[in-house]
């Protein structure tokens, strides 16, 4: 399934990379829209490189951040990152207790994002401004790309993230941003819907095998707006 590169520290990221067809084909000009996951697994590294190697990894594909790990067992981890159209994918597992994006690195100039957040099992903590939520399997809760974040979980990161461009949301920036790092619509049936499906999503990466895959992206958008803004119209009452 996976063709292995060669390792090699001056070209990163070093993945394992699947490139995937969605099976579109256009009609005129045969267009075909591929879909690649990029397999980042520290066990391919030596272990005296593998922080290195996933900060400036992440920093590349995803956003710059910072983060400690359990030493002197050392950093270990597995992502599988997927982009489909204005949606990335990303699904971590490690051993990384604290991630951090700082003031300087939420200064980069990226693509203002929010990062939905899926826990996978037990319990982590986002903290974002004067903010915080506890975010346990059954509820979901994002953060802003474009202010610093931490994220905690002393059992080791586990969870689904969901990155999506503000804009892509067609809501005001303010909205958004004043819902980081709050636990949205807990145990509402849109909310109920949405970790059911984001979780899903997250868990099967054989779905962006199948014709179609790329259509995904979209709705899956949508689903987060709906969320956001059953959570804002909830705060209005």
Excluded at 76 to 105: F, H, W
Aim: aromatic letters at 6%.
């Amino acid at each position: 399934l996976h063709d292995a590169l060669p390792i090699s520290r001056s070209t990163i990221p070093n993945f394992v990379q699947t490139r995937r067809r969605t099976g579109f084909d256009g009609t005129a000009d045969r267009l075909r829209i591929t879909i690649m996951t990029r397999i980042l697994d520290t066990t391919q590294f030596p272990a005296a490189d593998r922080a290195d190697v996933v900060r400036e990894t992440l920093a590349r594909v995803v956003v710059p951040v910072d983060f400690d790990f359990p030493r002197p067992a050392g950093l270990v981890g597995y992502a599988a990152i997927t982009d489909v159209g204005d949606l990335q994918v990303c699904s971590v597992r490690s051993n990384a207790t604290k991630v951090e994006r700082t003031p300087r690195m939420a200064r980069d100039g990226r693509t203002p994002s929010i990062f939905l957040g899926v826990q996978l099992t037990g319990s982590s903590l986002v903290v974002q401004g004067d903010r915080e939520a506890v975010l346990r399997p059954g509820n979901l809760a994002f953060f802003d790309s474009t202010a610093p974040y931490t994220l905690l979980d002393d059992e080791g990161i586990r969870q689904h993230f969901f990155r999506i461009p503000m804009a892509s949301l067609a809501l005001p920036y303010d909205a958004i941003r004043q819902l980081a790092a709050v636990t949205l619509s807990p145990g509402h049936p849109v909310a109920d819907l949405a970790v059911t499906y984001f979780r899903r999503l997250g868990a099967r990466p054989d779905i962006f095998d199948q014709p179609g895959a790329s259509a995904v992206g979209r709705p899956s958008i949508e689903l987060v707006r709906a969320l956001i803004t059953t959570h804002l119209d909830a705060s209005a009452l």
